[in-house]
């Protein structure tokens, strides 16, 4: 398990990061920690969860303005909660908002669309494999949030789901031969340029692990093991390959992050990054 108290703030920036990168990013927006860990209809319990989402909110507030946790929500506040986040308080042309949701997730195939489907599970949503009709109606879909994620104004988006599902958004998924080292003019643009961006802990097949695995390698992939070019950065596309390499070694169950961005070209063109060295450490 993640222990909250073994974790403590590295002090000193990477030097290498001019000022004027740093000032954009040191303590700037705002990140929602979901947490599905009991479940009243049916779903295993996801044991580590809750303090997984402590040890997260210790690791990551030195990142972000506030960090806020929300534990075994409902479907209805999830829904609500999740839409609020981006459409409500933080809608603003200059945000920085980060959604990690750990949970279960499912995926329906639609045989009138002949697409898959995903969605992510309140504490109140039935199981997916004995009632079909009723998780679906009582869940959240991907295509929601994606909807939301669309409309809101916040510059920069980061969804991460520690949630096995898939859709169609994931099935060109990002590849290691995309990724190039950025300059600092490069990074400069991209800060300035919206994004949103995706990333799961598994495909739609898979089943969601109750240990920490996928947390555990988040945090790590910020304290620097993502930043394959040693900038001091990490980007979004790093820690979505990183993960993807790095969490079928260690998970107890077959899991396969897939990361993508929104696949839309004006949403797409700027990037999420963090600096590397301000990571709660064990």
């Given at each position: ?127 997916y494999d004995l009632d079909p009709g009723k998780a679906i109606q009582n869940s959240v879909p991907f295509t929601e949030i994606d909807s939301w994620n669309r409309q809101t104004r916040a510059r920069h ?126």
């Amino acid at each position: 398990k993640l222990d909250a108290d073994r974790y403590r703030t590295a002090a000193a920036l990477p030097p290498q990061i001019p000022d004027d990168i740093q000032k954009v990013l040191q303590r700037r927006g705002h990140a929602l920690l979901i947490g599905q860990s009991r479940y009243t209809s049916g779903w295993d319990e996801l044991a580590s969860v809750r303090a997984d989402l402590q040890a997260l909110k210790a690791g990551l507030t030195p990142y972000f303005e506030t960090v806020e946790t929300v534990q075994d929500p409902t479907v209805s506040q999830l829904r609500d909660r999740m839409r609020e986040f981006l459409l409500g308080k933080w809608n603003m042309p200059d945000a920085r908002l980060l959604i990690y949701y750990a949970g279960h997730g499912f995926t329906d195939f639609n045989q009138a669309s002949r697409e898959n489907n995903g969605y992510i599970t309140g504490s109140d949503t039935p199981r997916y494999d004995l009632d079909p009709g009723k998780a679906i109606q009582n869940s959240v879909p991907f295509t929601e949030i994606d909807s939301w994620n669309r409309q809101t104004r916040a510059r920069h988006v980061l969804m991460v789901f520690d949630s096995c599902f898939s859709g169609s958004l994931f099935q060109t998924m990002g590849c290691e031969e995309e990724l190039r080292r950025k300059n600092l003019d490069g990074i400069r643009r991209m800060l300035g340029q919206p994004i949103r961006y995706y990333i799961t802990s598994g495909r739609k097949e898979e089943v969601v692990t109750a240990d920490s695995t996928f947390a555990t390698l988040l945090l790590r992939g910020l304290r620097g093991e993502a930043d394959f070019f040693r900038q001091g950065l990490v980007s979004a596309d790093q820690l979505g390959i990183y993960l993807s390499r790095e969490v079928p070694k260690h998970s107890q169950r077959s899991q396969t992050p897939q990361f993508s961005n929104i696949g839309n070209a004006k949403l797409s063109e700027g990037q999420f990054f963090f600096l590397t060295g301000i990571a709660a450490t064990r």
